[in-house]
């Protein structure tokens, strides 16, 4: 598969990373040549085989329905940018959304 | 529902997707607490609030109630189910992904029956039910160029609650809605609080022919926040489809927003991109497995449910299919009307609570089911005065006035306000006597055929008597009189 | 250079015990050699002011005979995990100045052990590289220098390269590091110590910095097989805050290394030879071979038939799962915020600017073969795909007890090297990235210099959860080769 700028655009837009222009040519190329690599997978044959998103041959724990975390906004604040607890009453920002 | 449009009739097709936040003391993945009203961003740890290295441990209890509501909507419970990562970038949502059940949820296909106005049920099949993390609040009003965000409510259990596009109408999907919440509640596992959030619903709406059974492109409404809203919105959506169809147009997938006050959906901009939501099992989570025993074991712990109820209650007490429907509505209006009419008469019982008893109840706020204007036990004890004959149902609606004045017992108030019947033959003969004395040309009115001075006659005795009088004795006593 | 600071974990701690030195001693010493080879820029951030506080504090628990088994042992953490208070950065501009206000199971068990820690180490940008050319906080040095070329600079490998230096350079005396696909092992080949990822699951990932999650590992680098063994035992252990940490108990891992190895199945994989295997990593592996037939263990060839497909696998999953991983840095609770028009244009100009070239490429890829429409040909053919591999692995451990393979196909590269096509950077994974897909446990250890004094390293393999056996084995072979080299200048 060899993805074109438009292609390149695309997931840039879905990965929410800003992409020049410029940049796009070298990156389709860059792109493109790893998806090349790992298209080798295909001549393997997996007819059958389960995928295997773990290894740990675990099943999930689970934790206790109690209350053991939280009541700390200001550990949750501490590293914020753009002034929540000074200025935003202690809520966290984003650019406007118009919903 | 049948919507006549210019080039013929339409059909409606209904799917709802509710959200229901699931009751537990921690949220799904974390151990901060679920309770409201806290400080922005307080109930929070890092794993709600996506701070690097964190990783989700799941709530056993969240687990327990996903199932607990399968088995309350009859569906299939899915012993292994998978966690998975549903990506997308939004402002409350702190991960960058919500973890969600995607190809393998917790529960599969079901059934809930819904109750319609003339008594009849109509079966709405599940889809499924997935457990997924609830998002932060995004608050648009606060500030002139930000939005702002509170994680109190990221990472709270929700159910998902899928139905088939089984509805036809407004009103079953309102039917839906009041059905299922009536189940969560009576199972515990939500509060059902639309207008608070913990019960919020997405419609998918599309139109067709009548006959046709293609399905259109739907549209989907998101978060409405009442029944009567829901109703509403999707009635709307379908006459704008219509609209469009009939005008040559094309309906356009999409996510819209309900405008409560102009009562008209229209189109999220923040929702304009396609999707494409990247799915996979999420790395930091294993397989959920649960075993057989637990699903036994929550099986035998739930309780009766609305359907069962309602049969019930029409078979044991004789209730028809609507009075049962309104009494199994809620639990504790069930269980008030159990306790009354428990060895007593059905239908007098349910005669009392759904007349004079939800009138009172309704007339005030300060009545609640834990502090309702009458008790059970004094309600079903003024029953059986009435039914040995200490009382009169005529003085019984006085009785039960007094009762909700002071909380008294029937039958200190009777003795009180000394309202017990009059059933001594003797006085309620020289009641009549005197009556006939004082007007023998009425009297002599009925004897002439004059059949409906009857009437008359009763009431002046009863007046007489103070209302106390037995009215079955009287009425033969006086029929006996005029014979003479 | 102190003396203190040529000592081994293991010496250290007996002569500490015996009264010899002090931790604030040792601690000094060390501090005063990582300030003296900040040049490697091996640290992205020094504590010393916290070393010294906490070396104070573990004399008095050693008086009071309360020492941990690191008690006073100053370490270096891999600046991928989170560490209360001190900057945590993943090398990565976008978590420049980030505090967390907790700390990692791991970082924080080596401090119940009671370790010191020197600072945070640098590495490739979120333990993305095998170079650590990709930090944003500067290259790191690789302190061995070519014999043929002293000018040249090398590479420390990575993306454990700062913890790989620290501890070859005598700049910490064990360090923390990752492992995803070789990240432990490789640059503890490049720089001539010893590093094992051990067994997906025996380490809690929590509060380690996510690159992807179903292959990242933490594990020790020191200077010997024992004090991996030392520190293992300090890091390992059930973690309920991980849903994929193992029930497991802990062995004795220092207990394991026995020097008795006779009867043992050695595994040789005859994949492990591809077509340009250079003749000196072929020539240390087969001297490898010959120590352990001489401490009576049996050589079996073995086939791990999947082998070459390992590396694709690799770069479809691990690029997948960090695409997710990763999408929580954008700009809202903490790191790098660029300001943009709108929440979309603020996301996209805070991540451009935060992330470097290499991890905004996985990060594409990975939200490339994850998209509708791709999912099945690339993600779901990879986990498929791996299956087999760790099948192979599964197959071949009925027959032998570990498995013996070169760790990376050639010694340390020079930094202006591999650097056009980032392929052919990746290939220097491809014996490690195998186990880390099996999530199995691998130990790099130096077994010999080549033709330009570099370090060359050996890796063994063993079974899910017996790092034992592979402890007990490398300990053999370490006695064997008796590799003494050390950089010029340690």
Same mark, same amino acid.
């Given at each position: 598969?060899?993805?074109?700028?438009?292609?390149?655009?695309?997931?840039?837009?879905?990965?929410?990373?800003?992409?020049?222009?410029?940049?796009?040519?070298?990156?389709?190329?860059?792109?493109?040549?790893?998806?090349?690599?790992v298209e080798q997978l295909a001549e393997v044959n997996t007819d059958g085989v389960p995928p295997m998103s773990?290894?740990?041959?675990?099943?999930?724990?689970?934790?206790?329905?109690?209350?053991?975390?939280?009541?700390?906004?200001?550990?949750?604040?501490?590293?914020?940018?753009?002034?929540?607890?000074?200025?935003?009453?202690?809520?966290?920002?984003?650019?406007?959304?118009?919903? | 529902?049948?919507?006549?449009?210019?080039?013929?009739?339409? %059909?409606?097709?209904?799917?709802?997707?509710?959200?229901?936040?699931?009751?537990?003391?921690?949220?799904?993945?974390?151990?901060?607490?679920?309770?409201?009203?806290?400080?922005?961003?307080?109930?929070?740890?890092?794993?709600?609030?996506?701070?690097?290295?964190?990783?989700?441990?799941?709530?056993?209890?969240?687990?327990?109630?996903?199932?607990?509501?399968?088995?309350?909507?009859?569906?299939?419970?899915?012993?292994?189910?998978?966690?998975?990562?549903?990506?997308?970038?939004?402002?409350?949502?702190?991960?960058?992904?919500?973890?969600?059940?995607?190809d393998m949820?917790?529960?599969?296909?079901?059934?809930?029956?819904?109750?319609?106005?003339?008594?009849?049920?109509?079966?709405?099949?599940?889809?499924?039910?997935?457990?997924?993390?609830?998002?932060?609040?995004?608050?648009?009003?606060?500030?002139?160029?930000?939005?702002?965000?509170?994680?109190?409510?990221?990472?709270?259990?929700?159910?998902?609650?899928?139905?088939?596009?089984?509805?036809?109408?407004?009103?079953?999907?309102?039917?839906?809605?009041?059905?299922?919440?009536?189940?969560?509640?009576?199972?515990?596992?939500?509060?059902?609080?639309?207008?608070?959030?913990?019960?919020?619903?997405?419609?998918?709406?599309?139109?067709?022919?009548?006959?046709?059974?293609?399905?259109?492109?739907?549209?989907?409404?998101?978060?409405?926040?009442?029944?009567?809203?829901?109703?509403?919105?999707?009635?709307?959506?379908?006459?704008?489809?219509?609209?469009?169809?009939?005008?040559?147009?094309?309906?356009?997938?999409?996510?819209?927003?309900?405008?409560?006050?102009?009562? %008209?959906?229209?189109?999220?901009?923040?929702?304009?991109?396609?999707?494409?939501?990247?799915?996979?099992p999420?790395?930091?989570?294993?397989?959920?497995?649960?075993?057989?025993?637990?699903?036994?074991?929550?099986?035998?712990?739930?309780?009766?449910?609305?359907?069962?109820?309602?049969?019930?209650?029409?078979?044991?007490?004789?209730?028809?299919?609507?009075?049962?429907?309104?009494?199994?509505?809620?639990?504790?209006?069930?269980?008030?009307?159990?306790?009354?009419?428990?060895?007593?008469?059905?239908?007098?019982?349910?005669?009392?609570?759904?007349?004079?008893?939800?009138?009172?109840?309704?007339?005030?706020?300060?009545?609640?089911?834990?502090?309702?204007?009458?008790?059970?036990?004094?309600?079903?004890?003024?029953?059986?005065?009435?039914?040995?004959?200490?009382?009169?149902?005529?003085?019984?609606?006085?009785?039960?006035?007094?009762?909700?004045?002071?909380?008294?017992?029937?039958?200190?108030?009777?003795?009180?306000?000394?309202?017990?019947?009059?059933?001594?033959?003797?006085?309620? %003969?020289?009641?009549?006597?005197?009556?006939?004395?004082?007007?023998?040309?009425?009297?002599?009115?009925?004897?002439?055929?004059?059949?409906?001075?009857?009437?008359?006659?009763?009431?002046?005795?009863?007046?007489?008597?103070?209302?106390?009088?037995?009215?079955?004795?009287?009425?033969?006593?006086?029929?006996?009189?005029?014979?003479? | 250079?102190?003396?203190?600071?040529?000592?081994?974990?293991?010496?250290?701690?007996?002569?500490?015990?015996?009264?010899?030195?002090?931790?604030?001693?040792?601690?000094? !010493?060390?501090?005063?050699?990582?300030?003296?080879?900040?040049?490697?820029?091996?640290?992205?951030?020094?504590?010393?002011?916290?070393?010294?506080?906490?070396?104070?504090?573990?004399?008095?628990?050693?008086?009071?005979?309360?020492?941990?088994?690191?008690?006073?042992?100053?370490?270096?953490?891999?600046?991928?995990?989170?560490?209360?208070?001190?900057?945590?950065?993943?090398?990565?501009?976008?978590?420049?100045?980030?505090?967390?206000?907790?700390?990692?199971?791991?970082?924080?068990?080596?401090?119940?052990?009671?370790?010191?820690?020197?600072?945070?180490?640098?590495?490739?940008?979120?333990?993305?590289?095998?170079?650590?050319?990709?930090?944003?906080?500067?290259?790191?040095?690789?302190?061995?220098?070519?014999?043929?070329?002293?000018?040249?600079?090398?590479?420390?490998?990575?993306?454990?390269?700062?913890?790989?230096?620290?501890?070859?350079?005598?700049?910490?005396?064990?360090?923390?590091?990752?492992?995803?696909?070789?990240?432990?092992?490789?640059? !503890?080949?490049?720089?001539?110590?010893?590093?094992?990822?051990?067994?997906?699951?025996?380490?809690?990932?929590?509060?380690?910095?996510?690159?992807?999650?179903?292959?990242?590992?933490?594990?020790?680098?020191?200077?010997?097989?024992?004090?991996?063994?030392?520190?293992?035992? !300090?890091?390992?252990?059930?973690?309920?805050?991980?849903?994929?940490?193992?029930?497991?108990?802990?062995?004795?891992?220092?207990?394991?290394?026995?020097?008795?190895?006779?009867?043992?199945?050695?595994?040789?994989?005859?994949?492990?030879?591809?077509?340009?295997?250079?003749?000196?990593?072929?020539?240390?592996?087969?001297?490898?071979?010959?120590?352990?037939?001489?401490?009576?263990?049996?050589?079996?060839?073995?086939s791990l038939p999947h082998t070459k497909y390992a590396?694709p696998t690799?770069?479809i999953v691990?690029?997948?799962?960090?695409?997710?991983?990763?999408?929580?840095?954008?700009?809202?609770?903490?790191?790098?915020?660029?300001?943009?028009?709108?929440?979309?244009?603020?996301?996209?100009?805070?991540?451009?600017?935060?992330?470097?070239?290499?991890?905004?490429?996985?990060?594409?890829?990975?939200?490339?073969v994850?998209?509708?429409?791709y999912y099945d040909a690339y993600y779901s053919k990879a986990q498929k795909v791996r299956r087999l591999i760790a099948d192979d692995f599964r197959r !071949?451990?009925?027959?032998?007890?570990?498995?013996?393979?070169?760790?990376?196909?050639?010694?340390?590269?020079?930094?202006?090297?591999?650097?056009?096509?980032?392929?052919?950077?990746?290939?220097?994974?491809?014996?490690?990235?195998?186990?880390?897909l099996a999530?199995?446990?691998?130990?790099?250890?130096?077994?010999?210099?080549?033709?330009?004094?570099?370090?060359?390293?050996?890796?063994?393999?063993?079974?899910?959860?017996?790092?034992?056996?592979?402890?007990?084995?490398?300990?053999?072979?370490?006695?064997?080769?008796?590799?003494?080299?050390?950089?010029?200048?340690?």
């Amino acid at each position: 598969m060899s993805l074109d700028k438009a292609a390149v655009r695309a997931i840039a837009e879905l990965a929410r990373i800003e992409v020049r222009d410029e940049e796009l040519d070298h990156l389709a190329g860059e792109l493109s040549g790893i998806l090349h690599f790992v298209e080798q997978l295909a001549e393997v044959n997996t007819d059958g085989v389960p995928p295997m998103s773990s290894v740990a041959d675990l099943t999930l724990p689970m934790r206790a329905d109690v209350v053991t975390d939280g009541g700390q906004f200001a550990a949750v604040l501490a590293n914020a940018p753009d002034g929540v607890v000074e200025d935003h009453g202690g809520f966290f920002t984003v650019p406007k959304v118009v919903e | 529902m049948i919507i006549q449009g210019d080039t013929g009739d339409w %059909e409606i097709v209904i799917g709802l997707e509710v959200h229901a936040q699931v009751i537990s003391n921690a949220k799904l993945f974390s151990g901060a607490a679920t309770a409201f009203g806290a400080e922005p961003n307080d109930q929070v740890s890092f794993v709600d609030a996506g701070f690097p290295g964190m990783l989700p441990v799941i709530n056993e209890k969240c687990v327990e109630q996903a199932v607990r509501t399968g088995l309350g909507l009859k569906a299939q419970i899915n012993l292994t189910s998978v966690f998975a990562r549903k990506n997308y970038f939004y402002a409350d949502l702190p991960q960058g992904y919500q973890i969600s059940q995607y190809d393998m949820p917790i529960v599969g296909e079901g059934t809930l029956l819904i109750d319609l106005p003339d008594g009849s049920t109509r079966a709405i099949g599940i889809e499924r039910l997935h457990l997924e993390q609830d998002a932060g609040k995004s608050i648009h009003d606060m500030h002139p160029s930000k939005s702002y965000i509170d994680l109190n409510r990221s990472g709270v259990a929700l159910m998902e609650i899928v139905s088939k596009p089984d509805m036809r109408s407004p009103e079953e999907a309102g039917a839906y809605l009041t059905k299922l919440r009536t189940i969560l509640r009576y199972l515990g596992t939500c509060d059902g609080n639309m207008q608070e959030g913990s019960m919020r619903c997405d419609a998918n709406v599309s139109v067709r022919p009548v006959g046709s059974t293609d399905l259109r492109t739907r549209c989907e409404i998101k978060n409405v926040n009442s029944i009567r809203f829901v109703q509403q919105a999707i009635e709307y959506e379908a006459r704008r489809h219509i609209d469009v169809y009939e005008n040559g147009g094309e309906i356009k997938q999409e996510t819209r927003l309900f405008d409560s006050v102009k009562g %008209e959906t229209r189109s999220m901009r923040s929702k304009e991109h396609a999707h494409d939501y990247r799915y996979f099992p999420d790395p930091d989570l294993l397989p959920l497995v649960i075993s057989q025993d637990l699903v036994d074991g929550i099986k035998a712990t739930l309780p009766e449910l609305p359907d069962e109820k309602k049969a019930r209650f029409m078979a044991e007490y004789g209730l028809n299919a609507y009075d049962a429907g309104v009494m199994v509505a809620e639990k504790d209006s069930a269980d008030f009307f159990e306790a009354v009419a428990k060895g007593r008469d059905g239908k007098t019982a349910a005669n009392w609570v759904m007349g004079d008893f939800f009138a009172t109840m309704n007339s005030d706020a300060k009545y609640t089911w834990t502090n309702p204007p009458v008790s059970a036990e004094n309600l079903g004890k003024m029953i059986d005065l009435i039914k040995d004959g200490t009382i009169s149902t005529r003085l019984a609606k006085d009785v039960f006035i007094f009762m909700v004045e002071t909380g008294k017992d029937p039958a200190t108030i009777v003795e009180e306000k000394g309202l017990k019947q009059v059933t001594d033959t003797g006085a309620i %003969e020289k009641a009549i006597d005197e009556v006939f004395a004082a007007n023998p040309d009425k009297v002599a009115e009925v004897k002439a055929g004059k059949d409906k001075l009857m009437g008359w006659f009763v009431g002046q005795v009863m007046k007489a008597t103070q209302g106390k009088a037995n009215p079955g004795m009287l009425n033969e006593l006086i029929a006996k009189k005029f014979k003479e | 250079m102190s003396e203190l600071t040529k000592l081994t974990i293991a010496q250290a701690r007996d002569k500490m015990a015996k009264g010899e030195f002090t931790a604030v001693e040792l601690t000094e !010493a060390h501090i005063k050699a990582m300030e003296a080879k900040r040049d490697l820029g091996a640290y992205i951030v020094e504590t010393p002011d916290l070393a010294r506080e906490q070396a104070k504090a573990s004399d008095l628990r050693r008086q009071a005979g309360q020492a941990g088994t690191l008690e006073g042992i100053p370490l270096g953490i891999k600046d991928l995990f989170c560490t209360k208070g001190v900057q945590t950065t993943a090398a990565s501009r976008i978590l420049e100045g980030f505090k967390p206000q907790y700390e990692s199971t791991v970082s924080g068990k080596l401090l119940d052990a009671g370790s010191i820690m020197l600072g945070k180490l640098n590495l490739d940008e979120f333990a993305m590289g095998s170079s650590n050319m990709t930090s944003y906080y500067g290259k790191v040095t690789n302190p061995w220098k070519s014999k043929s070329d002293a000018a040249k600079q090398l590479v420390p490998g990575g993306s454990s390269g700062g913890s790989a230096a620290a501890v070859a350079a005598r700049i910490a005396m064990g360090a923390t590091g990752t492992d995803t696909g070789g990240s432990i092992r490789q640059p !503890a080949a490049f720089c001539g110590i010893t590093g094992i990822k051990p067994t997906y699951g025996r380490c809690s990932r929590w509060g380690i910095v996510a690159f992807a999650s179903s292959l990242d590992q933490a594990g020790p680098m020191a200077r010997d097989v024992r004090d991996c063994a030392i520190m293992l035992g !300090a890091m390992a252990g059930h973690d309920p805050k991980d849903s994929t940490s193992a029930p497991m108990p802990v062995p004795n891992f220092e207990a394991a290394l026995t020097g008795d190895i006779r009867g043992l199945k050695v595994g040789i994989p005859k994949e492990y030879r591809p077509d340009g295997l250079s003749d000196e990593i072929q020539k240390v592996w087969e001297q490898g071979i010959e120590w352990l037939k001489e401490a009576g263990a049996t050589p079996v060839e073995i086939s791990l038939p999947h082998t070459k497909y390992a590396l694709p696998t690799y770069y479809i999953v691990a690029p997948a799962e960090a695409s997710s991983n990763l999408a929580r840095y954008d700009g809202v609770r903490f790191g790098l915020r660029v300001e943009g028009s709108s929440l979309d244009d603020m996301y996209k100009k805070t991540r451009a600017a935060g992330f470097g070239a290499e991890v905004r490429r996985r990060i594409m890829i990975g939200t490339y073969v994850l998209s509708a429409g791709y999912y099945d040909a690339y993600y779901s053919k990879a986990q498929k795909v791996r299956r087999l591999i760790a099948d192979d692995f599964r197959r !071949a451990f009925e027959n032998v007890d570990v498995i013996l393979t070169p760790t990376a196909p050639s010694a340390a590269f020079g930094m202006d090297e591999n650097t056009d096509d980032p392929v052919t950077m990746w290939l220097n994974d491809v014996f490690t990235i195998p186990t880390s897909l099996a999530g199995l446990p691998g130990l790099s250890l130096p077994a010999g210099l080549n033709a330009d004094g570099l370090p060359l390293g050996l890796q063994l393999i063993g079974r899910p959860f017996d790092e034992e056996t592979v402890f007990k084995v490398a300990g053999v072979m370490e006695s064997a080769a008796g590799f003494t080299a050390t950089p010029e200048g340690v």
